[in-house]
Every structure is written in C-alpha cells, then in structure tokens.
T-cell receptor, first 114, second 112 residues
Framework: NAGVTQTPKFRVLKTGQSMTLLCAQD?????MYWYRQDPGMGLRLIHY???????AKGEVPDGYNVSRLKKQNFLLGLESAAPSQTSVYFC?????????????FGQGTRLTVV | AQSVSQHNHHVILSEAASLELGCNYS??????LFWYVQYPGQHLQLLLK??????LVKGIKGFEAEFIKSKFSFNLRKPSVQWSDTAEYFC??????????FGKGNQVVVIP
C-alpha cells in the first residue's frame, strides 16, 4: 500500500523555470493538500482540493497553481520559479469523512531555486 | 489572528528525561487537535489526535497529550525519552475540510 507518493523527491530549478510536482494517493481520499515547510515556520497550506475538479487557495497560494483532474492525483505547478519558493513541499490526503480522521502525508519534495 | 503556538523551538535533553511540549491555539468552537512527528529526512507521521471524549489522549511510542479546553492547550508529554525520539514535533488544528493549521514546530534532540 503506497499511500501518498510524491514525485520528484529532489529538484533544482533556475529562477524563472517552471515545473510541476505530482502527488498521487491510492487510498481513494476525497481531500488533498499541498503544504510547504520552511525552517522555523512549520507547514503552511498552499492549495487544497475537496474533490475531483475542485481546488481552493490556502494560506500561501501566490506563485503556485494546482489541478485535480483525477481523484487520485493533485498537481502543484510553479510557472516561474523564484528563490523564495525554495522549500520542502508536502502533499497530503484525507478521506471525505473529515471528522475522526487525519491527513496522511507524502515523503516530500525538496526544491531548490537558484 | 487565529494561530497555533509552540514554544521553545529547540529542546535538548538526555535519555530518560521527561519531555513536555506546549501547544496553544486560538481557534474557537469545536477543535480537532493533532501532534505530528517528523523524524530526520522523513515525512510527517501522526503521533496522536484528539476529537472528543477523554481529554487525556495516548498515542504511539509512549506519547500522550492533554487537552485543556479552558486554556486552549494541547500539551504533549513523554515520561522518559529515548535517543530515537530525536525529531521535530508539530502541533496542528483542523480548521475545516481537514485543512491543518500547524505550529512552528519543536526541534527535539535527545542525547544518548
């Protein structure tokens, strides 16, 4: 049971380049999330989705776009990467029954923008 | 502003010492509370959670947490830590649709 899988695990980008981070979950979860983790800041929510075809902004959405074309996948896009987007990105998913359950996290993607 | 606060970002202690990490939140209404742990180089794993009922919650690896509604707190404790407890610990609050608001984390280092 793979759970939540993120690709790639590491990436170095030049300023201005674009890339897409892929998150895939095999637990048939309705909800999916993208967080970024920065030292001393904890995790902050970028975007999230409450179902296939839906997306919503989180706490720090600027500079990112997302898509949820398939229930099991949640893509995070950086159209023009900036050094401030150097971070570790975590994807998470949770079931529709939001009460009495928790979010499950992927292994993370370490992104460096130079 | 609504927030989750964790104090003493860096904690260093010896094996067998007791650990207590504080967490205070400012969200109103019914809250679901979590403690997650992140071991070096790994993803977040759930330690324990509180939804309702007994305010003293027991989790994995000997951890427990106490929900005190009047103090808006959810402090994490472990009576005797091991070297393998070296990790970063995050308190989180469910703010709807299972979105989590995290504290800034506590980096705990256990010295053998």
């Amino acid at each position: 049971n793979a759970g939540v899988t993120q690709t790639p695990k590491f990436r170095v980008l030049k300023t201005g380049q674009s890339m897409t981070l892929l998150c895939a979950q095999d637990m048939n979860h309705e909800y999916m999330y993208w967080y970024r983790q920065d030292p001393g800041m904890g995790l902050r929510l970028i975007h999230y989705s409450v179902g296939e075809g839906t997306t919503a902004k989180g706490e720090v959405p600027d500079g990112y776009n997302v898509s949820r074309l398939k229930k099991q996948n949640f893509l995070l896009g950086l159209e023009s990467a900036a050094p401030s987007q150097t971070s570790v990105y975590f994807c998470a998913s949770s079931p529709l029954q939001a009460l009495h359950t928790e979010a499950f996290f992927g292994q993370g993607t370490r992104l460096t923008v130079v | 502003a609504q927030s989750v606060s964790q104090h003493n970002h860096h904690v260093i202690l010896s094996e067998a010492a007791s650990l207590e990490l504080g967490c205070n939140y400012s969200y109103g209404g019914t809250v679901n509370l979590f403690w997650y742990v992140q071991y070096p180089g790994q993803h977040l794993q759930l330690l324990l959670k509180y939804f309702s009922g007994d305010p003293l919650v027991k989790g994995i690896k000997g951890f427990e947490a106490e929900f005190i509604k009047s103090k808006f707190s959810f402090n994490l404790r472990k009576p005797s830590v091991q070297w393998s407890d070296t990790a970063e610990y995050f308190c989180a609050v469910n703010i709807g649709n299972n979105r989590l608001a995290f504290g800034k984390g506590n980096q705990v280092v256990v010295i053998p």
